[in-house]
């Protein structure tokens, strides 16, 4: 990066280029929270670009269906969705054999999961279960000092049945389960954790706190000198131990276990070997400092999450976990742990026409599926863990993303 920069003679040239400039500014977007063809066509006139790609037809024809979702809407921009499975599901909520829908542009991913499915199915499925629910917002308190913040959290812990009124007041679906506070000296953080039925929630879990808050502060004998209503404690949209060990969203665990013939039929390599490579794995985690210890999650969650309307930049939390790997009997044990799963059946992108669809297709659209959707995601996630250390262990991890990738293009 330095030598980028050039030496002491460029120095002048460098500083010039990198500084602030008084140009006339250009016109400034104004904010659109329609989505319709007047606006979308109205903003594309202005421009010499060709609207046809990202303004087609059938955007225009189904815009109004966006405007909950966005501003400034200029268009819709199209992924591929692979098909995985059939994936089989012995879960607590989620019981089938589904086809999940991955959308990406890496090519040989949906190749990945889909032989990862193939092998659970085959082994009698992925049992996977829903261990705990509750999404988190952490509002900050910053105080004169220690006493006045010691003040405040008894305060708090005396009103918690108040409290949660005031939170719930807000939402049909939300329920505050604790209220848990940390102090730093004068700084307080009150995490709340709430269940959200079957939305992700984030949203939900703001107002809600919202609210909480001020109905506290009305009646506090001690005045914050300011407060926020996040205190970038709770680990929305980043990876954090607080995530990894108490869960954020929806924790969930699933395995399966492989017999010996069928990973050297359809692995291609040996239990021996795969052990061999998770031991040179957790220790690569753990010489890292990786929040967690697992192979690649986030393939398995961006794609799912962008064809079924999640959120998508909830991948950076909950693409964290454990992967563990052991021989029992003449099989191989595999399972994963996601505390941090932010998925929902409802609300977000999740009632848009595609992603609807996308829901459809898995038989996990609408009011009470988000439990089974969570335990499906798993599940993938699992499917991924298999065929992409499998791949290390045997030593074709390059081969196939030639063949299937740059041996294609």
């Known amino acids: 990066m330095l030598a980028r920069l050039g030496g002491a003679a460029e120095a002048d040239a460098v500083r010039r280029r990198l500084a602030p400039r008084s140009d006339p500014l250009p016109p400034r977007f104004r904010v659109e929270r329609r989505a319709d063809r007047k606006a979308i066509e109205a903003w594309w006139q202005e421009r010499e670009s060709d609207p046809a790609a990202i303004a087609d037809p059938a955007t225009l024809d189904t815009a109004s269906l966006y405007g909950a979702n966005i501003e400034n809407m200029i268009g819709t921009v199209k992924l591929p969705v692979g098909a995985v499975g059939p994936l089989r599901v012995n879960g607590l909520h989620a019981q089938g054999d589904f086809t999940v829908p991955m959308a990406t542009t890496e090519a040989a991913l949906v190749a990945s999961y889909a032989r990862g499915a193939d092998v659970i199915t085959r082994s009698g499925g992925a049992s996977a279960a829903l261990l705990a629910d509750g999404v988190v917002r952490s509002p900050a308190f910053v105080f004169a000092d220690i006493g006045e913040a010691g003040t405040?959290?008894?305060?708090?812990?005396?009103?918690?049945?108040?409290?949660?009124?005031?939170?719930?007041?807000?939402?049909?679906?939300?329920?505050?389960?604790?209220?848990?506070?940390?102090?730093?000296?004068?700084?307080?953080?009150?995490?709340?954790?709430?269940?959200?039925?079957?939305?992700?929630?984030?949203?939900?879990?703001?107002?809600?706190t919202e609210a909480l808050c001020r109905a506290l502060l009305e009646t506090c004998p001690v005045t914050p000198r300011c407060w926020f209503i996040e205190g970038n404690f709770s680990g929305d949209k980043k990876a954090s131990y607080l995530g990894l060990i108490t869960g954020r969203g929806r924790k969930v665990s699933a395995s399966v276990i492989i017999p010996e013939a069928l990973i050297e039929r359809r692995l291609h390599v040996t239990i021996e070997r795969m052990l061999d490579y998770a031991r040179v794995a957790q220790l690569g985690a753990m010489l890292s400092g990786q929040i967690g210890a697992q192979g690649h999650y986030a393939n398995a969650l961006a794609a799912f999450y962008i064809a079924t309307g999640q959120d998508a930049a909830c991948v950076a939390e909950s693409a964290t976990g454990l992967t563990r790997m052991e021989r029992r009997g003449d099989g191989l044990f595999m399972s994963v742990t996601l505390p941090n799963l932010l998925v929902g059946s409802v609300g977000g992108g999740t009632g848009l026409p595609s992603?609807?669809?996308?829901?459809?297709l898995m038989g996990l659209a609408g009011a009470g599926k988000a439990s089974a959707l969570a335990e499906v995601a798993a599940s993938l996630c699992l499917a991924g863990e298999i065929s992409i250390m499998a791949a290390l262990a045997a030593g074709d991890f390059t081969r196939a993303h030639h063949s299937l990738a740059r041996g294609r293009r």
């Open 152 to 208: 405040f959290v008894a305060w708090a812990a005396e009103r918690t049945e108040a409290l949660r009124a005031a939170a719930e007041a807000t939402t049909r679906h939300g329920k505050l389960e604790s209220i848990e506070p940390f102090i730093d000296n004068d700084v307080v953080f009150l995490v709340c954790r709430y269940t959200t039925g079957d939305a992700a929630g984030q949203n939900m879990v703001t107002i809600a």
């Open 355 to 360: 992603q609807r669809a996308a829901l459809e």
